[in-house]
Nanobody
Framework: QVQLVESGGGLVQAGGSLRLSCAAS????????VGWFRQAPGKEREFVAA????????SYADSVKGRFTISRDNAKNTVYLQMNSLKPEDTALYYC?????????????????WGQGTQVTVSS
């Protein structure tokens, strides 16, 4: 069993930055890919970014490429999402999730442990 706790969300003005953290407890996820997803009100949950267990490979949604950076510290069992140049359309509840594989996945079905989410609100 893995417990995931996201933190770092908040209210920020457009153009600002936030860094989200996803801390895992219970079992280690050092050999699993980890992803970030988000869900805005009235919309489906969508893929944001993911990273392999080694950190050597990452994947990003087109909407966040060049603005967001995913990284991980396996010694701390923590994955980060650095979000720069935030836009109002980035407003959503952000979730981290652990994959059943070491490979990067971009669909929800690739992930089997989920956190409760952290709210990000970007004002215009």
């Amino acid at each position: 069993q893995v417990q995931l706790v996201e933190s770092g969300g908040g209210l920020v003005q457009a153009g600002g930055s936030l860094r989200l953290s996803c801390a895992a407890s219970g079992r280690t996820f050092s050999y699993s890919a980890v992803g970030w997803f988000r869900q805005a009100p009235g919309k489906e949950r969508e893929f944001v970014a993911a990273i392999t267990w080694s950190g050597s490979s990452t994947s990003y949604a087109d909407s966040v490429k060049g603005r967001f950076t995913i990284s991980r510290d396996n010694a701390k069992n923590t994955v980060y999402l650095q979000m720069n140049s935030l836009k109002p359309e980035d407003t959503a509840l952000y979730y981290c999730a652990v994959s059943s594989s070491w490979r990067v996945g971009v669909t929800q079905n690739d992930y089997y442990y989920w956190g409760q989410g952290t709210q990000v609100t970007v004002s215009s």
